[in-house]
């Protein structure tokens, strides 16, 4: 195997290769960005492969959504938070001062509340979670949650061990509620609070002040009561294997069918214990790459137009987008459920038993701000 080397010529820094010294060497520019939750996405060895083939090296400092727009961007080229609500402070922010950014958009992947089987079965008998038939049989790994239901429950305090958990094997006198990361920095949580708030508003997205301040006086004893939590939440809930902790997180789907895979990869079957809970009006998040300089506008193209990385983050489990609106979602959803099935493992149904056409939606940053300072006391992200 013919050895690599690099050189740095004029500061640039360039790769070679013995037996190959007469070929022309090919620069790589180091790029810097600043990252919510994909950052996995950069940190894939496959990933920095495909871009090391393209000439492009990224260094990533992650952290939650907010924490990313609220903090100070200088020296980085790029941004990619996770939802809207993030991508929208780091843009409006960008105009305000008269600095460079172009956005793109994609990847997209639902919110999605992670769960253990005896916890989904419980809802179940209850009457608020639907399970999914998978295709050929077996055990669901999907249900279909009825957020209202779920949130009621919340409301009036209800433990599991009041549900009935013990019929499963399971002694639990926790309130049946959905833990999420920190409120004030990711944007699961921002999301999840969106959700809850449309759901509880009539299924309407909050607008204006008089309403935002009205809805998050509602919904936070819903939000407040779950307690402080880590920030990869997910992680957590992949590797503990006491079903009593935190036995329901708010996580993305990619990072549960990603799981999934690599389960699958290891073992030749998949993990039948965790289970995923799809709220019956879905929620949808586009994480939003913000090039803050023109050294990243290569990097956009080649997220939205490469096969080869277009397969990977599919791999990863998310659901590709194009850089037209001309279907390419559902595409992007038909490779995803076929590579799972190739995978061995059950894709989720394109459409869950008792989905709802409408989509949530998430408030106007201005809105959203003003719910986080009300529902978690946040601090106001900083205006120019």
């Not at 009036?156 to 926790?174: A, F, P, S, V, Y």
């Not at 759901?199 to 936070?220: D, F, H, L, S």
């Not at 979602?329 to 038909?334: H, K, Q, W």
């Amino acid at each position: 195997m013919p050895l690599a080397f690099a050189l740095v010529v004029a500061g640039t820094v360039r790769l070679a290769s013995a037996g190959h010294l007469f070929l022309p060497f090919q620069p790589v520019t180091t790029l810097e960005g600043r990252l919510g939750s994909k950052a996995a996405l950069f940190e894939d060895p496959e990933v920095t492969r495909i871009l090391l083939r393209h000439g492009i090296r990224v260094h990533t400092l992650s952290a939650g959504s907010r924490e990313v727009a609220v903090g100070s961007l200088d020296g980085y080229d790029f941004a990619f938070p996770s939802g809207p609500a993030a991508g929208r402070l780091i843009t409006d922010a960008r105009e305000a001062r008269g600095k460079y950014s172009d956005s793109k958009w994609p990847l997209e992947t639902p919110l999605v509340l992670a769960t253990y089987r005896p916890y989904a079965e419980t809802l179940r008998k209850a009457g608020v979670a639907t399970p999914q038939s998978p295709s050929g049989g077996g055990k669901p790994l999907y249900y279909s949650l009825d957020m209202d239901k779920f949130l009621d429950l919340t409301e009036r305090g209800e433990t599991w061990n009041d549900l009935g958990i013990g019929e499963q094997d399971i002694r639990n006198g926790n309130v049946v509620l959905a833990r999420t990361s920190d409120i004030c920095q990711s944007n699961s949580s921002d999301t999840y609070l969106s959700l809850v708030a449309y759901t509880r508003n009539g299924g309407r997205v909050p607008a204006g002040a008089a309403e935002a301040e009205r809805v998050a006086w509602k919904i936070k004893p819903l939000l407040t009561a779950q307690g402080s939590a880590g920030a990869d939440l997910f992680q957590q809930y992949s590797a503990h294997k006491d079903p009593t902790r935190d036995p329901i997180v708010v996580v993305y789907e990619h990072q549960y069918l990603a799981y999934q895979a690599r389960y699958s990869a290891a073992r030749h079957t998949f993990d039948s214990d965790r289970v995923l809970l799809y709220p019956r009006v879905p929620i949808m998040t586009r994480p939003q790459f913000i090039m803050l300089s023109h050294r990243a506008d290569r990097l956009a193209g080649l997220l939205v137009g490469d096969p080869a990385l277009r397969r990977r983050a599919t791999e990863l489990g998310f659901r590709v987008l194009g850089s037209r609106s001309d279907g390419s979602r559902s595409l992007g959803t038909d490779a995803l459920r076929t590579y799972l099935r190739r995978q061995g493992v059950p894709p989720p149904p394109a459409e869950p038993a008792g989905h709802d056409e409408t989509k949530a939606g998430t408030p106007k940053p201005a809105v959203l701000e003003r719910m986080l300072r009300i529902v978690d006391d946040c601090p106001a992200a900083p205006t120019d």
